[in-house]
């Protein structure tokens, strides 16, 4: 007969003989304590945590900045992307630095005008640009083709297509801001003929920049072709990119030596005129890095890496947006050495010294001419007059130590002076000249008399 065992019980099942008798044989109930079982789970968990984490470890020691190299380590280390990380970070920081300066300074000053979007432009096409290139260095950047990852072969692909446009094109905003500023540094004179030629290099450099960058974008047919491998035919690189070159190279010759006859003939200082035109001819240094850039095709036809024709890129861009905005900062420089040096010459005394200051007998120190507070009518008293309250007449015996070399009556203005009631005063003045950024001190003791 079954029926309930109650709990802590033994089970006993019977066991029954061929004589009919029957033996109980006891068996133990065995229950699982709930404390058993929760260090139990506890244990399983953490070895579960256990095991993630190490998971976690191992795929981080074999975490790489290039992707799919992690079973050939090798290949992060002879990798490129360190340098190519630091150019585009440092050249883009110096670039966006400069350019924003220069908007914020003309902001304040008279508001932003043509040029100024067109800096802004070429600041935002740079940092874009940048950024690309960073992200190709994940993809294989900085490493020879046969070395790339073909994993990452359509994805390095597309990025490096992505960043055309915005390298071809952008570097002409900053030489159309430039050619800007050139009309607006010579509006409302008689050069119309230079006007007219400003105009048409800007046509010339926007036109084509552009037909450039249709032609980088539209290389190859179908257009995917440049970045899959499908059947299709493409622009051979050399030609391509020689043409691409030439323009750039034209362009900035064009724009950098364009304002130096006109800035040659203005009617300032032979010292300003270098200054300007050093100023524009640094537009130059882009041109050495076109020059450098457009030598890489050779590497390219040898090995097919493009590495340095990046770089080369990206710092001829980021240099570009600086160089356009030089000319509206260099007089703020200017400004602060001048005033740098003013207040160090102060500081070491030989600034200009204080009227009246540490003058002989009677000297007044601190007096300044037009205070506001004191209005003062000078006469000059003849020889035969010198008299006062201090002293008597000078040739009619000793007077109390107040005679000095420079002796003015002084009268308050609008109050008559009683007749032998004057006031005399005995003032050193010391005339401070500034001539030509030469500071001289001329001393004049006279009655009344300055010789400026």
């Given at each position: 007969m079954l029926g309930f065992v109650p709990a802590g019980k033994e089970l006993r099942e019977p066991t029954c003989g061929t004589s009919r008798r029957c033996v109980v044989k006891h068996t133990p109930r065995v229950e699982l304590s709930p404390e058993i079982d929760t260090h139990t789970k506890t244990d399983t968990s953490q070895h579960q945590r256990i095991d993630r984490a190490s998971a976690r470890k191992e795929r981080r020691e074999k975490m790489t900045w290039v992707y799919n190299v992690e079973d050939n380590p090798s290949l992060e280390d002879s990798s490129q992307w360190r340098q190519i990380l630091a150019i585009c970070v440092v050249f883009s920081f110096m670039s966006v630095t400069v350019v924003s300066t220069r908007l914020w300074l003309r902001f304040k000053a008279t508001g932003l005008a043509a040029d100024d979007v067109m800096a802004f432009l070429a600041m935002v096409f740079a940092l874009i640009y940048g950024i690309l290139c960073i992200i190709q260095t994940r993809y294989?950047?900085?490493l020879i083709p046969a070395e790339r990852p073909a994993a990452s072969l359509d994805a390095y692909l597309k990025v490096n297509f992505?960043?055309?446009?915005?390298?071809?094109l952008g570097i002409s905003f900053f030489k159309i801001a430039l050619l800007i500023s050139y009309l607006r540094l010579f509006k409302g004179t008689d050069?119309?003929?230079?006007?007219?030629?400003?105009?048409?290099?800007?046509?010339?450099?926007?036109?084509?920049?552009l037909a450039c960058t249709f032609c980088l974008l539209f290389a190859c047919k179908p257009i995917y072709k440049s970045w899959t491998d499908v059947e299709g035919t493409c622009l051979p690189n050399v030609p391509s990119f020689t043409g691409y070159a030439a323009v750039t190279i034209a362009s900035d010759i064009i724009v950098a030596v364009l304002p130096l006859p006109?800035?040659?003939?203005?009617?300032?200082?032979?010292?300003?005129?270098i200054g300007l035109a050093a100023v524009f001819v640094l537009g130059l240094f882009t041109t050495i890095c076109s020059i450098l850039r457009y030598l890489q095709i050779n590497r390219i036809l040898l090995d097919g890496n493009s590495t340095m024709l990046v770089v080369w890129g990206v710092i001829e861009f980021n240099v570009g947006n600086m160089v356009s905005s030089l000319p509206f900062l260099a007089p703020v420089f200017v400004r602060?050495?001048?005033?740098?040096?003013?207040?160090?010459?102060r500081s070491d005394g030989s600034g200009p010294r204080r009227a009246g200051g540490g003058g002989g007998g009677g000297g007044i120190s601190g007096y300044k001419f037009g205070s506001k507070k004191d209005h003062?009518?000078?006469?000059?008293?003849?020889?035969?007059?010198?008299?006062?309250?201090?002293?008597?007449?000078?040739?009619?015996?000793?007077?109390?130590?107040?005679?000095?070399?420079?002796?003015?009556?002084i009268i308050v203005k609008g109050v008559p002076a009683p007749d032998n009631q004057h006031i005399m005063k005995s003032v050193t003045y010391s005339v401070r000249v500034d001539e030509e950024g030469k500071m001289r001190d001329r001393d004049d003791r006279g009655a009344g008399r300055f010789d400026l």
């Open positions: 294989g950047l900085g992505a960043g055309r446009p915005f390298y071809q050069k119309s003929m230079y006007v007219r030629t400003v105009w048409a290099t800007i046509f010339f450099v926007f036109v084509s920049h006109v800035i040659w003939n203005l009617n300032i200082s032979r010292n300003k005129k602060k050495a001048k005033q740098y040096r003013t207040k160090r010459s003062y009518e000078l006469q000059s008293i003849s020889g035969d007059h010198r008299s006062g309250a201090f002293g008597r007449d000078r040739s009619g015996g000793s007077s109390s130590g107040m005679d000095n070399e420079s002796e003015e009556n």
